[in-house]
C-alpha cells in the first residue's frame, strides 16, 4: 500500500534537504561527517529538482528511478552506519535513523501522476 502521494514526497525531500543543511550545526558534527552530510543534502537537492513531479523544476528524471535512487541511498546510509561510522556515537545514530525514515518514505511513496496532479483553485 502506498500512503505517501508525489505531492507529499515532494514536500518530505525539500524539508530533508533543509534538515541535512542545517544538522551539522544543530548536531556539532565533527568536519568529516559535515561534509559528508553537506554532500548528502545537495545530492537530494539536484535529485529533487530534476525529478519529473509537482516539486521539480527539470523534470528529467521519473519518480519511479528517484525513488529508487532515494532506497538505494537510504541503504547505503544504514550500511555507512553500522561500517563507517561505527565508532562515532554522535554520527552512528544520526546516519541510522536517517537511513531508516528515508527508507520508509521511499518505500511507501506512490509513483503514480495521477495523485500528482494539482487542483485548479475555486474562485
Do not use: C
Amino acid at each position: 500500500m502506498k500512503l505517501i502521494s508525489p505531492k507529499l514526497h515532494g514536500i518530505i525531500d525539500y524539508l530533508l534537504i533543509l534538515f541535512l543543511f542545517a544538522s551539522p550545526t544543530l548536531f556539532a558534527m565533527p568536519n568529516n561527517v559535515s561534509t559528508y552530510t553537506y554532500l548528502l543534502a545537495a545530492a537530494q537537492l539536484i535529485l529533487t529538482i530534476v525529478t519529473d513531479y509537482s516539486f521539480g523544476m527539470f523534470r528529467m528524471v521519473p519518480l519511479g528511478v528517484h525513488r529508487i535512487i532515494e532506497l538505494i541511498i537510504s541503504l547505503g546510509l544504514i550500511l555507512s552506519a553500522f561500517t563507517l561510522f561505527q565508532y562515532d556515537e554522535r554520527s552512528k545514530p544520526y546516519y541510522l535513523g536517517l537511513g531508516v525514515i528515508w527508507f520508509i518514505a521511499a518505500l511507501f511513496t506512490d509513483t503514480d501522476k495521477k495523485r500528482d496532479a494539482v487542483k485548479a483553485p475555486i474562485l
